[in-house]
């Protein structure tokens, strides 16, 4: 069965600083990662997706994932962080040949000026 | 322009009253899904649909009901709602093409039962 592991519910950064937000999956397959943001009053939207092969997955607003087999992570980072990337991210995850969608409990990001 | 629409965005009902939710999208997807957002608990799946006539329960089905008549709708239905009940809920599609098409999502449904 799979399962996503986000660690830290809220994480606080500077403005201009680095944000990384960890995630670390479980399958017994190789998975399918994505990072969706939710920012208030709305709905998930996609940040960005893993394809097969690749180490760096780039996405909207600057934000990047680097897919790392071995440690069975998919962390999410931004150089430099933006007042308006205040929001809560989330990663999920899809087994292959399986449709279930699984997602971590989220972390929300705030921005300090 | 492609969207999922989810009606209402707030309400507040009683014990026992039923009630449902609805969800239409526009993108002509087959898979779709009911997911409940809870303060430390992330998005928890209810059910979802692989097609039309086809569903299937989620990690969180009990007190849900759900249906798929037609390919664009997916209702959610509470036939008593409880206070448990009382959550964020989010309905959402995709494409079945690819295992890694991203999920669309409605703009949520704040659901308050007293």
């Known amino acids: 069965a799979q399962s996503v592991t986000q660690l830290g519910s809220h994480v606080s950064v500077s403005e201009g600083a680095l944000v990384l937000l960890r995630c670390n999956y479980s399958s017994s397959v190789p998975p399918y990662l994505f990072w969706y943001v939710q920012y208030p009053n709305q709905g998930l939207q996609l940040l960005l997706k893993y394809t097969t092969g690749a180490t760096l997955v780039k996405g909207i607003n600057g934000f990047e994932a680097e897919f790392k087999k071995s440690e069975t992570s998919f962390h999410l980072t931004k150089p430099s962080a933006h007042m308006s990337d205040a929001a809560e991210y989330f990663c999920a995850v899809t087994e292959g040949g399986y449709q279930k969608v699984t997602f971590g409990t989220g972390t929300k990001l705030q921005v300090i000026p | ?114």
């Open chain 2, 1 to 114: 322009e492609a969207q999922v629409t989810q009606n209402p965005r707030y309400l507040i009902t009683v014990t026992g009253k039923k009630l449902t939710v609805t969800c239409s999208q526009n993108m002509n997807h087959e898979y779709m899904s009911w997911y409940r957002q809870d303060p430390g608990l992330g998005l928890r799946q209810i059910y979802y649909s692989m097609n039309v006539e086809v569903t299937d329960k989620g990690d969180v089905p009990e007190g849900y009901k759900v249906s798929r008549k037609e390919k664009r709708n997916f209702p959610l239905i509470l036939e008593s709602p409880s206070p448990n009940q009382t959550s964020l809920y989010f309905c959402a599609s995709r494409s079945r093409g690819s295992y890694n098409s991203p999920l669309h999502f409605g703009n949520g449904t704040r659901l308050t039962v007293t």
